[in-house]
């Protein structure tokens, strides 16, 4: 086959394994982006505003998992037609139903189709989700490789009802859980609306083409293409509340309007040049992207146009060394922005060693600069933010070990009234990440633990200790028919202060006040897979309130007591 567009198929989903329903929850969880807020209808980043380059990163949107996005698409002759149907069932009529299908319309063009739709009424009062998202897309190749393209269409609509929390969270401990939704919140008619809408295509052609075999399978490897990309993006995040407690919002600017909103649009367009040498592996590329910009809310508006010139260089230095390396800098629209990574590797007996270093020199999102609202009111004049990263890892067998120090100045951190502010003194994060995977029989290990230290909480607001563990038994009947899982998933952390949220931004903050974790959360989880048909079965926090804790992983935004889930993924492939 012939990946002429990428090297990644990810858009088709593989029957690989059953570890799918415990690893990727049915809620975003994570233990490295630790503000996770319980269940569907709860608090999500306000995707306007995020900095995600920005490790660790806490202004998370827990939706994404269930949103299409453009991913890396490789041409595949592998299956004719892959179509995939999954659903569960979880409490309170939580439920998910995602249906993917990909098909070969002829030998060389393909297209698939993508729809997922989430709802939950949710435990709390006034907390219910409904996200709807569809994908269309199209990749083509002609016979001789020279020339493919991937193109299609994105959609992604998510509805919230906004409680802003509870006001008093010692009452949850003394209410039943039937009565949880007469626990008073915060906002009481609180919604909020976020959509976005892509179109995208990338297409490349190949003026030379090495044929290269392997196990009598032939591939195609682009030795000189030109590669162009496009996409147009618009996105929407509005919020609207008539009835609120009277502490919660610090200003109201306008009697009248209860509704705060943001909008962005961009038209981004990327030409590379590339050369490939995969005898010498050597691989060359540069070339030069154009982001032109459109921000609003309800006053403010901001037009803008970047012009980046980019490269990349990979190549190996000696027999085991490898050393890649990307950089971009901005030649028009924000003078005095780069990016450069720089990464050395080296291969020894199963063993890899090495580093990685990134500088990166930042404008200040739209987000942080201006804002008017109903609640909010800003009009900011932040300079760059520069960033310097250092990393060490070393993989072997059974464990990896990571070293992380990242440096910040003039980082842009959200204070305790919920707006941005510019801390001009260095913020510096270390973390020490160990993680583990081994086999005793058919009994799996793996996970991972982190040490974390900030010189600035108000910055980074980080547990010392976080730590993930998955623990089960495997198993094939029947001559590997039937393959079951059966384990336990645990995630703990130490007590710290969890970043508040604000629903009207649609971002964490921080917050001194309250502290959240010092507990277990354990789940349970059985999966089976029958030929192409899966069955799942998941009981979230398995403690509840049997070890005596209420569960928080962020400021007055409980977690679910137990729950219980079910799933079922059918798969038809030719």
Request: net charge neutral; glycine share 6%; proline share 2%.
């Amino acid at each position: 086959s012939s990946d002429l567009i990428s090297n990644n198929s990810n858009q088709v989903r593989h029957d690989t394994d059953l570890t799918a329903f415990q690893v990727t929850n049915l809620v975003f969880k994570n233990t490295d982006n630790l503000n996770y807020c319980g269940n569907l209808g709860s608090a999500s980043g306000n995707p306007l505003a995020l900095r995600l380059n920005n490790l660790p990163q806490y202004g998370i949107n827990q939706y994404n998992l269930y949103k299409c996005t453009m991913r890396p698409f490789g041409f595949s002759n592998e299956r004719i037609i892959d179509t995939r149907i999954f659903y569960t069932r979880g409490v309170k009529k939580e439920q998910n139903f995602c249906v993917n299908h990909y098909q070969h319309i002829i030998k060389n063009l393909a297209a698939g189709i993508d729809y997922f739709r989430v709802v939950s009424p949710g435990l709390y009062k006034n907390q219910s989700a409904d996200i709807t998202a569809f994908d269309v897309y199209m990749l083509f190749e002609t016979m001789n490789h020279r020339y493919g393209f991937y193109t299609g269409y994105i959609s992604n609509s998510e509805k919230n009802e906004e409680n802003g929390g509870l006001i008093y969270d010692s009452l949850l401990t003394y209410t039943k859980r039937s009565n949880w939704s007469t626990v008073p919140v915060h906002l009481n008619d609180g919604k909020s609306y976020n959509r976005n809408k892509s179109i995208f295509l990338r297409h490349q052609f190949n003026f030379i083409i090495d044929e290269q075999k392997k196990d009598s399978i032939i591939s195609s490897v682009p030795r000189l293409f030109l590669q162009h990309e496009f996409h147009y993006d618009k996105e929407s995040y509005a919020f609207d509340v008539t009835s609120w407690d009277s502490a919660y919002f610090l200003n109201t600017f306008d009697s009248v309007s209860s509704y705060d909103s943001s909008f962005f649009g961009n038209i981004y367009n990327k030409l590379i040049f590339g050369f490939n040498n995969e005898n010498k592996s050597i691989s060359i590329n540069g070339g030069v992207e154009n982001l032109i910009s459109h921000y609003t809310n309800d006053r403010t508006v901001t037009d803008s146009s970047f012009i980046n010139i980019t490269g990349q260089a990979d190549f190996v230095l000696l027999k085991d060394v490898s050393l890649r390396n990307s950089i971009s800098a901005n030649v028009a629209g924000a003078p005095g922005t780069f990016y450069l990574n720089s990464g050395l590797q080296y291969r020894f007996n199963n063993q890899t060693a090495g580093l990685r270093l990134i500088l990166k020199n930042e404008l200040p999102a739209f987000f942080e600069q201006q804002y008017q609202s109903t609640h909010f009111r800003w009009d900011n004049s932040f300079g760059n933010t520069a960033i310097s990263s250092f990393s060490l890892f070393y993989e072997r067998e059974f464990i990896d070990v990571n070293a992380y120090f990242n440096s910040y100045k003039n980082f842009i951190t959200w204070s305790r009234t919920a707006t941005p502010v510019q801390i001009s003194q260095g913020v510096s994060v270390l973390s020490l990440k160990l993680g583990y995977h081994f086999k005793t029989g058919d009994f799996y290990y793996r996970g991972n633990v982190t040490l974390n230290y900030s010189n600035s909480n108000y910055a980074f607001s980080l547990p010392l200790f976080n730590s993930y563990t998955s623990v089960y038994y495997a198993h094939s009947f029947f001559k590997k028919v039937m393959n079951i899982q059966v384990g336990l998933d645990c995630f703990y952390n130490t007590a710290y202060y969890a970043n508040g949220f604000n629903p009207a931004t649609a971002h964490f903050y921080y917050q001194d006040v309250t502290t959240t974790g010092n507990f277990a959360y354990v789940d349970a989880f059985a999966a089976a897979r029958i030929k192409s048909v899966k069955f799942y079965f998941k009981c979230e926090n398995v403690g509840g309130r049997l070890w005596g804790s209420d569960y928080y992983m962020s400021a007055h935004y409980p977690l679910f007591g137990r729950a219980f889930k079910i799933g079922v993924e059918w798969r038809f492939y030719d």
